[in-house]
T-cell receptor
Framework: DAGVIQSPRHEVTEMGQEVTLRCKPI?????LFWYRQTMMRGLELLIYFNNNVPIDDSGMPEDRFSAKMPNASFSTLKIQPSEPRDSAVYFC?????????FGSGTRLTVV | GNSVTQMEGPVTLSEEAFLTINCTYT??????LFWYVQYPGEGLQLLLKATKADDKGSNKGFEATYRKETTSFHLEKGSVQVSDSAVYFC?????????????FGQGTILTVHP
């Protein structure tokens, strides 16, 4: 298995633009998690899905953030409009029970 | 609620030194405990785990024992190498209907010098 695949690896965008991050979980995994990592806040859980259904989105910072999982093999995290404070590394992870497998992350820079 | 507290970093050691990174947790019930490692520019990788009290997880020379009486899961290695330089995260899964959700500590940066 290729593991959890995230794209793009790096994204640089201007403030106000829409950004879409993508994640392909490991086949057969039924839970998917989106995390954000910054030096200031460490690793923050944004949202997670089980069987494609959002279970807890209480970590989503504000309405500018949205996440979808239209099927078992794909999820997106969208930021619209983006702001410089959204600059971070965004990780996707998937699991079937325990433990997680993480993707390599998307480094987002908003200028 | 559930929480994980790790010792503050960064930790700087010379090669072949002994390593301990402290981790304590708060959880209801009987959580599973994990250590993850993050090398520069990469995602987190599972290092070891323990699913019940007194279990010892081990991998790549690292060890951690699940101590229910002290609610701890300290990470140890007898002789560190430069290649062990990374960020180490302690985490717990509370089980039940948590769908595998992990609660992470804040991470501890380890730097090993030759």
């Amino acid at each position: 298995d290729a593991g959890v695949i995230q794209s793009p690896r790096h994204e640089v965008t201007e403030m106000g633009q829409e950004v879409t991050l993508r994640c392909k979980p490991i086949s057969g995994h039924n839970s998917l998690f989106w995390y954000r990592q910054t030096m200031m806040r460490g690793l923050e859980l944004l949202i997670y899905f089980n069987n494609n259904v959002p279970i807890d989105d209480s970590g989503m910072p504000e309405d500018r953030f949205s996440a979808k999982m239209p099927n078992a093999s794909f999820s997106t995290l969208k930021i619209q409009p983006s702001e410089p404070r959204d600059s971070a590394v965004y990780f996707c992870a998937s699991s079937f029970g325990q433990p997680y497998t993480f993707g390599s992350g998307t480094r987002l820079t908003v200028v | 609620g559930n929480s994980v507290t790790q010792m503050e970093g960064p930790v700087t050691l010379s090669e072949e030194a002994f390593l301990t990174i402290n981790c304590t947790y708060t959880a209801t019930g009987y959580p599973s405990l994990f250590w993850y490692v993050q090398y520069p520019g990469e995602g987190l990788q599972l290092l070891l785990k323990a699913t019940k009290a007194d279990d010892k997880g081990s991998n790549k020379g690292f060890e951690a024992t699940y101590r229910k009486e002290t609610t701890s899961f300290h990470l140890e290695k007898g002789s560190v190498q430069v290649s062990d330089s990374a960020v180490y995260f302690c985490a717990l899964n509370a089980g039940g209907t948590s769908y595998g959700k992990l609660t992470f500590g804040q991470g501890t940066i380890l730097t090993v010098h030759p």
